[in-house]
């Protein structure tokens, strides 16, 4: 069965903390996103990687980061977590590449809190 | 600048026909279209995709006009189980660029 994890559910970090969302996938799937969901808002691109050692910015990337070390791990890093960064996180994967088909697996969300 | 439209909400009986639109404005040439359910405090979940005409799986069918500027989700015989919000999801035409819908929260009554 398909699998995205992600490292916590819930997270509570401070004005300014560096703040680490791991995501590993099972898959062996090329394509790795980060969104982040808002109330009103819906999902929202952050970054995206369609390879290890490649991302690309996707609509909102200000204020983050990512890394992508080995194929099943794409990494989510706020440098300085601000209040408005507080957020649902969620990383999905997806096979094919970058022009690869939309289906995406999601992971269950972290629900971080920037206080 | 891409832009996607979903009714926000809608509510349906048990046992009903729902249809859903995802208006979509600029599309990608040659990409598909797809669906996804999200219940609270899950990632969404993949329904359905299709690139033109009609498609059908053992949960819903997908409709998608000629000129591709929209799609509509249908969903048979809803049940309360299917409670949930549905986003559609494409890639926008030139810039390649991922865009989900506005998302449409379904209420279904018993």
């Known amino acids: 069965d398909v699998k995205v994890t992600q490292s916590s559910r819930y997270l509570v970090k401070r004005t300014g903390e560096k703040v680490f969302l791991e995501c590993v996938q099972d898959?062996?799937?090329?394509?790795m996103f980060w969104y982040r969901q808002d109330p009103g808002l819906g999902l929202r691109l952050i970054y995206f990687s369609y390879d290890v050692k490649m991302k690309e910015k996707g609509d909102i990337p200000e204020g983050y980061s990512v890394s992508r070390e080995k194929k099943e791990r794409f990494s989510l890093i706020l440098e300085s977590a601000s209040t408005n960064q507080t957020s649902m996180y969620l990383c999905?994967?997806?096979?094919?590449?970058?022009?690869?088909?939309?289906?995406?697996?999601f992971g269950p969300g972290t629900r971080l809190t920037v206080t | 600048l891409a832009k996607t439209t979903q009714p926000i909400s809608m509510d349906s009986y048990e046992g009903q026909e729902v249809n859903i639109t995802c208006s979509h404005n600029?599309?990608?040439?040659?990409?598909?279209i797809t669906w996804y359910q999200q219940f609270p405090s899950q990632g969404p979940r993949f329904i359905i995709q299709g690139y033109k005409t009609k498609v059908t799986n053992e949960v819903a069918s997908l409709f998608i006009p000629a000129d591709r500027k929209s799609s509509t989700l249908s969903l048979p015989r809803v049940s309360l189980s299917d409670t949930a919000v549905y986003y559609c999801l494409y890639r926008g035409f030139g810039n390649e660029k991922l865009t989900f819908g506005t998302g449409t929260r379904l209420t279904i009554i018993p």
């Open positions: 999905a994967s997806s096979s094919g590449g970058v022009q690869g088909p939309l289906e995406q697996y």
């Open positions: 600029n599309i990608a040439t040659n990409d598909y």
């Open positions: 898959m062996d799937h090329e394509n």
